[in-house]
């Protein structure tokens, strides 16, 4: 299982990005995205079932970002909008094939490389 994330760059504060999760092809029962700003911990953004049923985001970013999928071609999407400074980190999507939608980097099996989102002010 290979998952690559794309996406990233720098946009002002206010605009909007759409993050990329391309896999090799594989399906899974759940999928995410994190985030790591320097000096930070990893922390959860936002995850979905892949069947898309079941959606979790984290506070910081519900009525911002949207998460989804897509049914042809299996790349998974983080729609980010009204970007802040403080979303200014390397953006990394995971997956797993068991369990529920979760928001913890200990449920995720398969990661990608991450895609650096600047928000400047």
């Known amino acids: 299982v290979q998952l690559q994330a794309s996406g990233g760059g720098l946009v002002q504060a206010g605009g909007s990005l759409r993050l990329s999760c391309a896999n090799s092809?594989?399906?899974?029962?759940?999928v995410g995205w994190f985030r790591q700003a320097p000096g930070k911990e990893r922390e959860f953004v936002a995850a979905m079932s892949w069947r898309g049923d079941r959606l979790k985001y984290a506070d910081a970013v519900k009525g911002r970002f949207r998460i989804s999928r897509d049914n042809i071609n299996l790349a998974v999407y983080l729609q980010m909008n009204s970007l802040k400074p403080e979303d200014t980190a390397v953006y990394f999507c995971?997956?797993?094939?068991?369990?529920?939608?979760?928001?913890?980097?200990?449920?995720?099996?398969?990661w990608g490389q991450g895609t650096q989102v600047t928000v400047s002010s």
């Open positions: 995971a997956a797993n094939q068991r369990g529920l939608v979760s928001d913890k980097t200990s449920d995720y099996q398969f």
């Open positions: 092809g594989s399906t899974f029962s759940k």
